[in-house]
Protein backbone atom coordinates (compact mmCIF):
# COMPACT_ATOMS: atom_id res chain seq x y z
CA UNK A 1 0.00 0.00 0.00
CA UNK A 2 1.22 3.55 -0.59
CA UNK A 3 1.81 5.91 1.50
CA UNK A 4 1.10 10.07 2.08
CA UNK A 5 3.91 12.31 2.91
CA UNK A 6 2.72 15.52 4.61
CA UNK A 7 4.72 18.73 5.71
CA UNK A 8 2.90 19.34 8.73
CA UNK A 9 2.72 23.28 9.97
CA UNK A 10 1.06 25.29 7.33
CA UNK A 11 -2.24 26.95 7.90
CA UNK A 12 -5.37 25.92 5.55
CA UNK A 13 -7.07 28.06 4.16
CA UNK A 14 -10.11 28.36 0.96
CA UNK A 15 -12.74 26.68 -0.68
CA UNK A 16 -13.57 23.32 -1.44
CA UNK A 17 -16.26 20.69 -2.79
CA UNK A 18 -17.13 18.00 -0.48
CA UNK A 19 -18.22 14.33 -2.49
CA UNK A 20 -21.08 12.46 -2.57
CA UNK A 21 -21.48 10.39 1.05
CA UNK A 22 -19.92 6.95 0.77
CA UNK A 23 -22.60 5.52 3.28
CA UNK A 24 -25.04 6.44 0.72
CA UNK A 25 -24.00 5.53 -2.22
CA UNK A 26 -23.18 2.24 -0.94
CA UNK A 27 -26.99 1.11 -0.35
CA UNK A 28 -28.36 3.30 -3.30
CA UNK A 29 -25.65 1.20 -5.47
CA UNK A 30 -27.59 -1.85 -4.33
CA UNK A 31 -31.03 -0.64 -4.46
CA UNK A 32 -30.60 -0.19 -8.06
CA UNK A 33 -30.78 -4.37 -8.48
CA UNK A 34 -34.35 -3.77 -7.56
CA UNK A 35 -35.29 -1.84 -10.60
CA UNK A 36 -35.67 -4.15 -13.68
CA UNK A 37 -34.32 -1.45 -16.15
CA UNK A 38 -32.15 1.74 -16.17
CA UNK A 39 -30.77 3.99 -13.22
CA UNK A 40 -28.98 7.12 -13.57
CA UNK A 41 -26.64 8.16 -10.43
CA UNK A 42 -24.81 11.27 -9.98
CA UNK A 43 -22.17 12.49 -7.41
CA UNK A 44 -21.16 8.92 -5.92
CA UNK A 45 -17.54 9.35 -5.21
CA UNK A 46 -14.82 7.48 -7.16
CA UNK A 47 -13.31 5.49 -4.00
CA UNK A 48 -12.74 1.87 -3.69
CA UNK A 49 -16.01 0.79 -1.65
CA UNK A 50 -18.16 2.27 -4.66
CA UNK A 51 -15.89 0.91 -6.78
CA UNK A 52 -15.86 -3.08 -5.20
CA UNK A 53 -19.89 -2.05 -4.99
CA UNK A 54 -20.15 -1.79 -9.28
CA UNK A 55 -17.82 -5.20 -9.52
CA UNK A 56 -20.16 -7.09 -7.46
CA UNK A 57 -23.26 -5.60 -9.42
CA UNK A 58 -20.95 -6.32 -12.73
CA UNK A 59 -20.60 -9.56 -11.83
CA UNK A 60 -24.51 -10.46 -10.69
CA UNK A 61 -25.12 -9.21 -14.64
CA UNK A 62 -25.38 -5.55 -14.50
CA UNK A 63 -24.80 -3.51 -17.24
CA UNK A 64 -22.57 -0.30 -15.64
CA UNK A 65 -21.74 3.01 -18.50
CA UNK A 66 -19.76 5.51 -16.68
CA UNK A 67 -19.51 9.37 -18.39
CA UNK A 68 -18.74 12.42 -16.61
CA UNK A 69 -19.45 12.15 -12.76
CA UNK A 70 -22.63 9.79 -14.30
CA UNK A 71 -23.28 6.15 -13.50
CA UNK A 72 -26.23 4.68 -15.46
CA UNK A 73 -26.73 0.69 -14.38
CA UNK A 74 -28.89 -1.37 -16.33
CA UNK A 75 -30.04 -4.49 -14.12
CA UNK A 76 -32.42 -5.85 -16.45
CA UNK A 77 -30.65 -9.10 -17.01
CA UNK A 78 -29.19 -9.94 -13.55
CA UNK A 79 -28.20 -13.96 -13.89
CA UNK A 80 -26.50 -14.90 -10.99
CA UNK A 81 -28.01 -15.08 -7.20
CA UNK A 82 -24.82 -14.90 -5.11
CA UNK A 83 -22.31 -12.78 -3.95
CA UNK A 84 -18.53 -13.56 -4.82
CA UNK A 85 -16.48 -14.40 -1.24
CA UNK A 86 -13.70 -12.38 -2.60
CA UNK A 87 -15.40 -8.89 -3.40
CA UNK A 88 -17.72 -9.80 0.07
CA UNK A 89 -14.30 -9.95 1.79
CA UNK A 90 -13.38 -6.39 0.75
CA UNK A 91 -15.53 -4.29 2.98
CA UNK A 92 -18.13 -5.29 5.56
CA UNK A 93 -21.64 -3.18 3.23
CA UNK A 94 -21.76 -5.95 0.53
CA UNK A 95 -23.89 -7.29 2.94
CA UNK A 96 -26.54 -5.01 1.62
CA UNK A 97 -26.43 -6.25 -1.62
CA UNK A 98 -27.92 -9.52 -0.20
CA UNK A 99 -31.31 -7.26 1.05
CA UNK A 100 -31.21 -6.28 -2.68
CA UNK A 101 -30.89 -9.43 -4.41
CA UNK A 102 -32.94 -11.01 -1.75
CA UNK A 103 -35.88 -8.60 -2.21
CA UNK A 104 -35.75 -9.27 -6.35
CA UNK A 105 -35.34 -12.79 -6.65
CA UNK A 106 -36.33 -14.25 -3.14
CA UNK A 107 -33.23 -15.75 -3.10
CA UNK A 108 -29.42 -15.05 -2.33
CA UNK A 109 -26.04 -16.67 -1.23
CA UNK A 110 -23.01 -14.62 0.34
CA UNK A 111 -20.58 -15.52 2.88
CA UNK A 112 -19.80 -13.14 5.99
CA UNK A 113 -18.56 -9.70 4.67
CA UNK A 114 -15.17 -8.57 5.53
CA UNK A 115 -14.62 -4.60 6.01
CA UNK A 116 -12.27 -2.53 8.49
CA UNK A 117 -11.23 -4.21 11.80
CA UNK A 118 -13.10 -1.81 14.34
CA UNK A 119 -15.14 -4.62 16.29
CA UNK A 120 -16.41 -7.91 15.58
CA UNK A 121 -19.47 -6.44 13.15
CA UNK A 122 -21.63 -9.16 13.44
CA UNK A 123 -24.82 -9.72 10.81
CA UNK A 124 -27.09 -11.17 13.26
CA UNK A 125 -29.85 -8.88 13.23
CA UNK A 126 -29.73 -8.47 9.66
CA UNK A 127 -30.36 -12.40 9.88
CA UNK A 128 -33.06 -12.27 12.34
CA UNK A 129 -34.72 -9.77 10.64
CA UNK A 130 -34.96 -11.60 7.16
CA UNK A 131 -35.98 -14.67 9.25
CA UNK A 132 -39.31 -12.79 10.48
CA UNK A 133 -40.11 -11.37 6.73
CA UNK A 134 -40.23 -15.44 6.18
CA UNK A 135 -37.02 -16.39 4.36
CA UNK A 136 -35.29 -19.62 5.72
CA UNK A 137 -31.95 -19.42 6.38
CA UNK A 138 -28.85 -22.06 5.70
CA UNK A 139 -25.49 -21.87 6.24
CA UNK A 140 -23.18 -23.94 4.83
CA UNK A 141 -19.12 -23.45 5.28
CA UNK A 142 -19.03 -20.17 6.03
CA UNK A 143 -21.75 -19.68 3.42
CA UNK A 144 -25.44 -18.35 3.56
CA UNK A 145 -28.50 -19.04 2.02
CA UNK A 146 -31.55 -17.48 2.14
CA UNK A 147 -34.56 -18.38 0.32
CA UNK A 148 -37.99 -18.03 0.58
CA UNK A 149 -41.08 -18.07 -2.48
CA UNK A 150 -42.10 -14.60 -1.36
CA UNK A 151 -40.85 -11.76 1.32
CA UNK A 152 -44.17 -11.46 4.12
CA UNK A 153 -44.14 -8.05 5.50
CA UNK A 154 -43.79 -7.99 9.17
CA UNK A 155 -43.19 -6.24 12.17
CA UNK A 156 -39.56 -5.79 13.10
CA UNK A 157 -38.42 -4.29 16.21
CA UNK A 158 -34.38 -3.98 16.08
CA UNK A 159 -32.37 -4.31 19.30
CA UNK A 160 -30.02 -2.17 17.87
CA UNK A 161 -30.33 0.68 15.63
CA UNK A 162 -28.09 -0.98 13.37
CA UNK A 163 -27.41 1.30 9.98
CA UNK A 164 -26.98 -1.99 7.71
CA UNK A 165 -29.39 -4.03 9.32
CA UNK A 166 -32.33 -1.45 8.33
CA UNK A 167 -31.14 -0.53 4.95
CA UNK A 168 -31.24 -4.16 4.16
CA UNK A 169 -34.57 -4.69 5.51
CA UNK A 170 -36.14 -1.96 3.39
CA UNK A 171 -34.32 -3.43 0.48
CA UNK A 172 -35.48 -6.43 1.29
CA UNK A 173 -39.48 -5.35 1.56
CA UNK A 174 -40.08 -3.29 -1.39
CA UNK A 175 -42.01 -6.05 -3.24
CA UNK A 176 -42.95 -7.83 -0.30
CA UNK A 177 -46.65 -8.90 0.10
CA UNK A 178 -47.99 -6.11 2.73
CA UNK A 179 -46.56 -3.80 5.29
CA UNK A 180 -43.04 -4.08 6.82
CA UNK A 181 -42.75 -1.76 10.13
CA UNK A 182 -39.63 -1.58 11.24
CA UNK A 183 -39.48 -0.23 15.15
CA UNK A 184 -35.82 1.23 16.62
CA UNK A 185 -34.49 1.97 12.90
CA UNK A 186 -31.47 3.84 12.32
CA UNK A 187 -31.92 7.58 11.73
CA UNK A 188 -29.07 8.05 9.80
CA UNK A 189 -29.44 11.10 7.06
CA UNK A 190 -27.90 8.26 4.24
CA UNK A 191 -31.29 5.73 5.43
CA UNK A 192 -33.47 9.01 4.76
CA UNK A 193 -31.61 9.30 1.23
CA UNK A 194 -31.89 5.48 0.77
CA UNK A 195 -35.69 5.95 1.15
CA UNK A 196 -35.81 8.90 -1.45
CA UNK A 197 -34.29 7.47 -4.03
CA UNK A 198 -36.22 4.09 -3.75
CA UNK A 199 -39.87 6.23 -3.30
CA UNK A 200 -38.40 8.11 -6.56
CA UNK A 201 -38.21 4.89 -8.10
CA UNK A 202 -41.82 4.05 -6.96
CA UNK A 203 -41.25 2.19 -3.31
CA UNK A 204 -43.28 3.16 -0.87
CA UNK A 205 -41.31 3.95 2.26
CA UNK A 206 -42.54 6.56 4.74
CA UNK A 207 -40.78 7.56 7.92
CA UNK A 208 -37.40 7.23 7.32
CA UNK A 209 -35.10 9.59 9.70
CA UNK A 210 -37.06 8.72 12.03
CA UNK A 211 -37.18 5.29 14.78
CA UNK A 212 -40.39 3.95 12.76
CA UNK A 213 -40.41 3.31 9.04
CA UNK A 214 -42.86 1.74 7.24
CA UNK A 215 -42.49 -0.06 3.94
CA UNK A 216 -45.55 -0.87 1.60
CA UNK A 217 -44.85 -3.44 -1.17
CA UNK A 218 -45.08 -2.84 -4.69
CA UNK A 219 -45.38 -4.59 -7.76
CA UNK A 220 -43.16 -2.64 -9.62
CA UNK A 221 -40.60 0.15 -9.67
CA UNK A 222 -39.73 2.66 -12.55
CA UNK A 223 -36.35 4.29 -13.85
CA UNK A 224 -34.95 6.97 -12.33
CA UNK A 225 -32.48 9.20 -12.16
CA UNK A 226 -31.05 10.54 -8.70
CA UNK A 227 -28.17 12.61 -6.90
CA UNK A 228 -26.43 11.48 -4.19
CA UNK A 229 -26.38 13.81 -1.08
CA UNK A 230 -23.16 14.76 -0.36
CA UNK A 231 -20.99 13.15 2.62
CA UNK A 232 -21.11 14.18 6.06
CA UNK A 233 -18.14 12.36 7.23
CA UNK A 234 -16.06 13.98 4.83
CA UNK A 235 -17.40 17.18 5.19
CA UNK A 236 -16.17 16.93 8.81
CA UNK A 237 -12.97 15.65 8.09
CA UNK A 238 -12.32 18.39 5.90
CA UNK A 239 -13.38 21.05 8.65
CA UNK A 240 -11.75 18.94 11.30
CA UNK A 241 -8.13 19.12 8.96
CA UNK A 242 -8.83 23.20 8.67
CA UNK A 243 -9.27 23.58 12.83
CA UNK A 244 -5.76 21.94 13.39
CA UNK A 245 -4.30 24.27 11.55
CA UNK A 246 -6.13 27.24 12.91
CA UNK A 247 -7.36 27.92 9.27
CA UNK A 248 -10.21 28.92 7.77
CA UNK A 249 -12.30 27.60 4.98
CA UNK A 250 -15.61 27.48 2.93
CA UNK A 251 -17.05 23.43 2.49
CA UNK A 252 -19.32 23.98 -0.65
CA UNK A 253 -22.10 21.03 -0.97
CA UNK A 254 -22.46 20.21 2.63
CA UNK A 255 -25.53 19.38 4.91
CA UNK A 256 -24.59 20.21 8.41
CA UNK A 257 -21.57 21.84 14.51
CA UNK A 258 -18.24 23.03 20.21
CA UNK A 259 -14.61 23.46 19.98
CA UNK A 260 -14.41 27.36 19.74
CA UNK A 261 -14.43 27.10 16.27
CA UNK A 262 -16.21 29.76 14.29
CA UNK A 263 -19.08 28.07 11.99
CA UNK A 264 -22.08 29.36 9.62
CA UNK A 265 -24.37 27.21 7.57
CA UNK A 266 -25.46 29.13 4.78
CA UNK A 267 -27.29 27.92 1.58
CA UNK A 268 -25.70 24.31 1.34
CA UNK A 269 -21.86 25.56 2.60
CA UNK A 270 -20.40 25.52 5.56
CA UNK A 271 -17.43 28.27 6.67
CA UNK A 272 -15.12 27.65 9.76
CA UNK A 273 -12.42 29.75 11.05
CA UNK A 274 -10.70 27.90 13.77
CA UNK A 275 -9.80 29.82 17.61
CA UNK A 276 -6.32 30.39 18.50
CA UNK A 277 -6.50 27.34 20.48
CA UNK A 278 -8.77 24.75 20.29
CA UNK A 279 -11.13 23.82 23.08
CA UNK A 280 -10.90 20.55 25.13
CA UNK A 281 -14.41 18.96 24.48
CA UNK A 282 -16.14 15.50 25.56
CA UNK A 283 -18.06 13.89 23.20
CA UNK A 284 -19.75 10.10 23.57
CA UNK A 285 -20.59 8.30 20.36
CA UNK A 286 -24.33 7.24 19.81
CA UNK A 287 -26.63 6.30 16.79
CA UNK A 288 -27.43 9.52 14.64
CA UNK A 289 -28.44 12.07 15.94
CA UNK A 290 -26.22 11.88 18.26
CA UNK A 291 -22.19 12.16 17.30
CA UNK A 292 -21.43 9.92 14.54
CA UNK A 293 -18.48 7.13 15.24
CA UNK A 294 -17.17 7.42 11.75
CA UNK A 295 -15.91 11.42 13.42
CA UNK A 296 -14.52 9.95 16.76
CA UNK A 297 -10.86 9.22 15.30
CA UNK A 298 -11.06 12.53 13.24
CA UNK A 299 -11.94 14.43 16.27
CA UNK A 300 -9.65 12.84 18.89
CA UNK A 301 -7.01 14.48 16.67
CA UNK A 302 -7.65 17.51 16.93
CA UNK A 303 -8.01 17.60 20.59
CA UNK A 304 -5.11 16.28 21.18
CA UNK A 305 -3.54 19.76 20.49
CA UNK A 306 -6.63 21.17 22.37
CA UNK A 307 -6.30 23.62 25.86
CA UNK A 308 -7.42 20.80 28.48
CA UNK A 309 -8.36 17.42 28.91
CA UNK A 310 -10.87 15.80 27.04
CA UNK A 311 -12.76 12.45 27.50
CA UNK A 312 -14.24 10.17 24.68
CA UNK A 313 -16.80 7.89 24.98
CA UNK A 314 -16.90 5.25 22.05
CA UNK A 315 -20.63 3.28 21.85
CA UNK A 316 -20.72 1.98 18.86
CA UNK A 317 -17.82 0.06 18.32
CA UNK A 318 -15.39 -1.54 20.65
CA UNK A 319 -12.60 -1.66 18.27
CA UNK A 320 -12.08 1.88 17.66
CA UNK A 321 -9.09 3.21 19.38
CA UNK A 322 -5.92 1.17 16.84
CA UNK A 323 -5.37 4.42 16.01
CA UNK A 324 -4.34 5.62 19.40
CA UNK A 325 -1.14 4.01 19.27
CA UNK A 326 -0.11 6.08 16.14
CA UNK A 327 -0.73 8.90 17.34
CA UNK A 328 1.12 8.74 20.45
CA UNK A 329 4.01 8.07 17.92
CA UNK A 330 3.39 11.80 17.06
CA UNK A 331 3.68 12.96 20.50
CA UNK A 332 0.07 12.75 21.86
CA UNK A 333 -1.06 11.87 25.06
CA UNK A 334 -3.73 9.46 25.16
CA UNK A 335 -4.74 6.65 27.42
CA UNK A 336 -7.45 4.19 26.39
CA UNK A 337 -9.45 1.78 29.00
CA UNK A 338 -11.78 -0.08 27.14
CA UNK A 339 -14.23 2.42 25.69
CA UNK A 340 -12.98 5.17 26.53
CA UNK A 341 -10.10 7.50 25.64
CA UNK A 342 -8.89 10.55 27.79
CA UNK A 343 -6.93 12.94 25.61
CA UNK A 344 -4.55 14.92 27.66
CA UNK A 345 -4.36 18.40 25.07
CA UNK A 346 -0.80 19.07 24.90
CA UNK A 347 1.40 22.09 23.14
CA UNK A 348 2.41 20.47 19.88
CA UNK A 349 2.60 17.11 17.75
CA UNK A 350 5.56 15.97 16.15
CA UNK A 351 6.03 14.23 12.92
CA UNK A 352 6.49 10.84 12.49
CA UNK A 353 6.50 7.57 10.48
CA UNK A 354 2.77 5.96 11.61
CA UNK A 355 0.69 3.66 9.85
CA UNK A 356 -3.40 3.72 8.62
CA UNK A 357 -5.32 1.17 11.14
CA UNK A 358 -8.21 1.69 9.52
CA UNK A 359 -10.43 3.76 7.12
CA UNK A 360 -11.14 6.97 9.66
CA UNK A 361 -8.12 6.05 12.17
CA UNK A 362 -5.98 6.85 8.70
CA UNK A 363 -7.71 10.18 8.19
CA UNK A 364 -7.04 10.95 12.13
CA UNK A 365 -3.26 10.26 10.99
CA UNK A 366 -3.31 12.20 8.13
CA UNK A 367 -5.74 15.26 10.29
CA UNK A 368 -2.75 15.08 12.68
CA UNK A 369 0.31 15.24 10.47
CA UNK A 370 -1.38 18.60 9.03
CA UNK A 371 -0.07 20.38 12.45
CA UNK A 372 2.91 18.07 13.09
CA UNK A 373 6.38 19.65 12.93
CA UNK A 374 8.54 18.13 10.52
CA UNK A 375 6.98 15.15 8.32
CA UNK A 376 4.65 12.95 8.57
CA UNK A 377 4.62 9.52 6.67
CA UNK A 378 0.76 7.75 6.76
CA UNK A 379 1.57 4.14 5.73
CA UNK A 380 -1.21 1.91 4.17
CA UNK A 381 -3.18 4.77 3.06
CA UNK A 382 -5.34 2.15 1.04
CA UNK A 383 -7.50 2.32 4.17
CA UNK A 384 -8.09 5.95 3.46
CA UNK A 385 -8.81 5.38 -0.42
CA UNK A 386 -11.76 3.13 0.44
CA UNK A 387 -13.99 5.87 1.59
CA UNK A 388 -12.24 9.74 0.70
CA UNK A 389 -11.94 10.75 -3.15
CA UNK A 390 -8.90 13.10 -3.16
CA UNK A 391 -8.51 13.71 0.61
CA UNK A 392 -4.26 14.65 -0.11
CA UNK A 393 -5.29 16.69 -3.80
CA UNK A 394 -8.64 18.56 -1.64
CA UNK A 395 -5.81 19.00 1.30
CA UNK A 396 -3.34 20.55 -1.09
CA UNK A 397 -6.16 23.02 -2.10
CA UNK A 398 -6.47 24.50 0.66
CA UNK A 399 -2.59 24.52 1.52
CA UNK A 400 -1.66 21.86 2.38
CA UNK A 401 1.68 19.76 1.07
CA UNK A 402 0.88 16.13 0.79
CA UNK A 403 2.64 14.09 -1.82
CA UNK A 404 2.09 10.18 -2.19
CA UNK A 405 4.87 7.74 -2.59
CA UNK A 406 3.78 4.65 -4.25
CA UNK A 407 4.40 1.46 -2.81
CA UNK A 408 5.25 -1.45 -5.75
CA UNK A 409 2.93 -4.52 -4.55
C1 LIG B 1 -22.68 1.88 9.11
C2 LIG B 1 -21.70 2.74 8.35
C3 LIG B 1 -20.42 2.96 9.17
C4 LIG B 1 -20.77 3.52 10.55
C5 LIG B 1 -21.85 2.67 11.24
C6 LIG B 1 -22.37 3.31 12.55
C7 LIG B 1 -22.16 2.22 6.04
C8 LIG B 1 -21.71 1.61 4.78
N1 LIG B 1 -21.37 2.08 7.10
O1 LIG B 1 -22.04 0.62 9.33
O2 LIG B 1 -19.59 3.88 8.46
O3 LIG B 1 -19.60 3.53 11.38
O4 LIG B 1 -22.99 2.51 10.36
O5 LIG B 1 -22.83 4.57 12.30
O6 LIG B 1 -23.20 2.86 6.09
N2 LIG B 1 -24.48 -4.89 15.10
C9 LIG B 1 -24.80 -6.12 15.62
N3 LIG B 1 -25.45 -7.02 14.81
C10 LIG B 1 -25.78 -6.72 13.53
C11 LIG B 1 -25.46 -5.45 13.00
C12 LIG B 1 -24.80 -4.54 13.81
O7 LIG B 1 -24.51 -6.42 16.78
O8 LIG B 1 -26.38 -7.57 12.87
C13 LIG B 1 -23.74 -3.91 15.94
C14 LIG B 1 -22.32 -3.65 15.41
O9 LIG B 1 -21.41 -4.63 15.82
C15 LIG B 1 -22.01 -2.28 15.97
C16 LIG B 1 -23.39 -1.59 15.95
O10 LIG B 1 -24.37 -2.63 15.85
O11 LIG B 1 -21.56 -2.37 17.32
C17 LIG B 1 -23.57 -0.59 14.81
O12 LIG B 1 -23.45 -1.25 13.58
P1 LIG B 1 -24.28 -0.78 12.28
O13 LIG B 1 -25.12 0.40 12.61
O14 LIG B 1 -24.91 -1.98 11.72
O15 LIG B 1 -23.10 -0.29 11.33
P2 LIG B 1 -22.90 -0.66 9.80
O16 LIG B 1 -24.19 -0.65 9.11
O17 LIG B 1 -21.99 -1.81 9.68
Same mark, same amino acid.
Do not use: W
Given at each position: ???????????????????? &??? !???? /??? %?????? *?? $? #??? +??????????????????????????????????????????????????????????????????????????????????????????????????????????????????????? &??? !???? /??? %?????? *?? $? #??? +?????????????????????????????????????????????????????????????????????????????????????????????????????????????????????????? !???????????????? #????????????????????????????????????????????????????????????????????????????????????????
Amino acid at each position: MSSYIIEGGRRLEGEVEVSG &SKN !ASLP /ILA %ATILNK *GN $T #KLY +NVPNIHDTKITQEILKYLGCKIKKNNGKIEINSKKIIKREIPEQLMRQMRSTVILAGAILGRFKEVTFSYPGGCDIGTRPIDLHLAAFKKLGVNISEDSGFITCKCDKIIGTNIDLDFP &SVG !ATEN /IIL %ASVYAD *GI $T #KIS +NAAMEPEIVDLAKFLNKMGAKIEGAGTNIIKITGVEKLKDVSYSIMPDRIEAGTLLCAVAITGGKVKLNKVILEQTGCEIKIENKCVCLKAPKKIKAVDIKTMPYPGFPTDMQSVFASILTI !AKGNSVIVENIFENRY #KYVSELKRMGAKITVEGRIAVIKGCKKLSGATVESTDLRGGAALVVAGLVAKGTTTVNKIGYILRGYEGLDKKLNKLGAKITIKEEKE
